[in-house]
């Protein structure tokens, strides 16, 4: 079954903790991208990537890091400089080209105490 | 600066009446719009998208209409069911790159 994976559901963690967000595709996208939701906003992007060993920052990288070191994996860490880490995250894929649609995953909230 | 707004937060409908999203860009070069729906705690899905060379594309109930002049998009659900109740965003994507930008979103509640 071909589709976006992100673990865990749910994480908790304390302030001034780096914790790191996982996202796995079996698609054979090139593109990744990873947006953050918050109550009665709209998808804000934070990092993407086109293609493998590259990516661009997206509106809101600040306190955010990436890698993407394989095709399917892009995993991303919330770092302790994210002043306001709390939120859920959503990590995408999509083919190369413009114009063409994300698949999503089922997302992560991070709550941070 | 909100480059993709849905001035609309919430749309209350009559199962079976048409329910009627709209969005508003500022960028004339945006390239490709896309609408998706979104159910609490889970990742969007795709539903329909449309090309800046276009101004109607159809997907069995869902109908989007591209207004370039006036910048504007609205997705048309016809009929309306209790299932479709969820939050729906636009996106437009700037051209030149594989991102989009997405609009706040406009939650729609079917009514049984």
């Known amino acids: 079954d071909g589709g976006i994976t992100q673990s865990p559901k749910y994480l908790f963690r304390k302030e001034g903790q780096n914790v790191t967000l996982s996202c796995e595709q079996n698609?054979?996208?090139?593109?990744m991208y990873w947006y953050r939701q918050d109550p009665g906003q709209g998808l804000r992007l934070i990092y993407y990537?086109?293609?493998?060993?590259?990516?661009q920052k997206g509106d809101i990288a600040e306190g955010y890091s990436v890698s993407r070191e394989k095709k399917e994996s892009f995993p991303l860490t919330v770092t302790s400089a994210q002043k306001n880490p709390t939120a859920f995250y959503l990590c995408?894929?999509?083919?190369?080209?413009?114009?063409?649609?994300?698949?999503f995953g089922p997302g992560t909230r991070l709550t941070v105490l | 600066d909100q480059q993709v707004k849905q001035n609309s937060p919430s749309l209350s409908v009559q199962e079976g009446r048409i329910s009627i999203l709209n969005c508003d860009y500022t960028?004339?070069?945006?390239?490709?719009f896309l609408w998706y729906k979104k159910y609490p705690a889970e990742g969007p899905t795709f539903l329909i998208s449309?090309?800046?060379?276009?101004d109607k594309n159809e997907d069995g109930r869902f109908t989007v209409f591209l207004n370039k002049s006036a910048k504007h998009l609205s997705l048309h659900i016809v009929p309306s069911q209790p299932g479709d109740s969820a939050v729906y965003f636009c996106?437009?994507?700037?051209?030149?790159?594989?991102?989009?930008?997405f609009g706040t979103g406009t939650r729609l509640k079917v009514l049984a």
């Open positions: 995408a894929s999509s083919i190369a080209g413009q114009g063409t649609q994300q698949f």
């Open positions: 698609l054979n996208h090139d593109a």
């Open positions: 990537s086109q293609i493998v060993n590259d990516f």
């Open positions: 960028n004339s070069m945006f390239d490709y």
């Open positions: 449309i090309s800046s060379i276009k």
């Open positions: 996106a437009a994507n700037p051209g030149g790159t594989y991102k989009y930008i």
